[in-house]
């Protein structure tokens, strides 16, 4: 059985936490791109958090219950393509514990940067996310460090803090789209949306060249397949998470899968739209909307600014026919 969504209650004790560290991010709509989506679209902007990404909030929310069960703990180690393991180094430093944090080979250079800069050993390893996550479960036996998850109940508490702060300060919306990488995000949507009653649908969106999450959608069961996107790299799941694929199956209304191109041009218009910088997988979320526009045309909708940690690099290549205009 999978786990049980957490409650408001455990939602608001989270929040009350998280909020130690920063304030509530804010959710903004922008007249340019409801003009470009025919719609009124509400983003949450958790670009706008101390790591520039929404992780920071189950990171915080994990750690603490760690370190209030276990004090003991010398150290953890953890794999991701970035955000996550920023979350991890920013915790790890508040309660003075070391982490180690294993990335695949080729990871973005400037989130690793960014991660050494919270303190974090960074560990470079394998060709993919998964190969990365089997290194680190190694490093945690081998060198005794506690393994922390990429996805755990404790962390989509922790991030279904921004969903409980969108949909209570944002009007009712008929629809959200949000990012799929593990699942994290979604159900800590799905949890929110539980936890205050209401009816707005829960569309999730992954790359098309990540396709895990919906085609284990479509078939009811975890699928597995390759995972071969670079823009959208937070999206990059071969495996799907069992217990996050059962939330999904019963409170998503549908998957999107959207291709480099359309992320490209979603990060182009948020920038262009709302002067933000997304990164791919933050994007995705309105190039999901933007792919449904004949669909929500006239609605009120949300979209989730999931991050803002792309390289320079890409992101210049990215908006160069905007900066042009």
């Known amino acids: 059985m999978p786990f049980d969504l957490p409650s408001l209650a455990e939602l608001e004790s989270a929040a009350a936490l998280v909020q130690k560290h920063m304030p509530p991010t804010p959710q903004y709509t922008w007249p340019l791109l409801n003009a470009r989506m025919g719609a009124e679209v509400w983003v949450k902007h958790e670009n706008h958090t101390p790591v520039g990404a929404f992780k920071i909030r189950g990171g915080l929310v994990y750690m603490d219950d760690l370190m209030r069960r276990h004090p003991e703990t010398r150290g953890v180690v953890s794999a991701t393509r970035g955000n996550h393991g920023q979350s991890v180094g920013y915790a790890a430093k508040h309660y003075g514990i070391a982490a180690t944090v294993v990335v695949p080979l080729g990871n973005s250079d400037e989130k690793n940067s960014a991660m050494r800069a919270f303190g974090v050993e960074l560990v470079e390893y394998g060709h993919d996310f998964q190969a990365a996550c089997e290194h680190a479960d190694a490093l945690a036996e081998s060198m005794g460090l506690h393994r922390m998850p990429s996805f755990h109940p404790l962390l989509v508490r922790g991030v279904g803090t921004y969903a409980i702060e969108f949909l209570r300060l944002a009007p009712e919306m008929d629809t959200v789209y949000v990012p799929v990488g593990m699942g994290s995000g979604i159900c800590g949507m799905l949890a929110a949306r539980q936890a205050l009653g209401l009816k707005t649908r829960v569309v999730g969106v992954v790359s098309a ?33 069992n217990d996050a694929l059962s939330h999904i199956l019963k409170g998503v209304d549908r998957i999107v899968r959207v291709t480099e191109d359309e992320v490209a041009g979603a990060m182009a218009a948020l920038y262009y739209d709302t002067h933000n910088v997304a990164e791919g997988a933050a994007a995705a979320s309105l190039a999901g909307a933007l792919q449904e526009k004949e669909r929500m045309r006239g609605r009120r909708i949300g979209v989730i600014l999931s991050g803002a940690n792309v390289d320079s690099t890409v992101f210049s290549t990215v908006i160069s026919p905007v900066i042009s205009r």
């Open 209 to 241: 060249d990540a396709p895990a999450y919906a085609l284990s959608f479509a078939k009811g069961e975890p699928v597995s397949h390759a995972a071969t996107t670079i823009l959208a790299d937070g999206l990059a799941c071969r495996t799907p998470n």
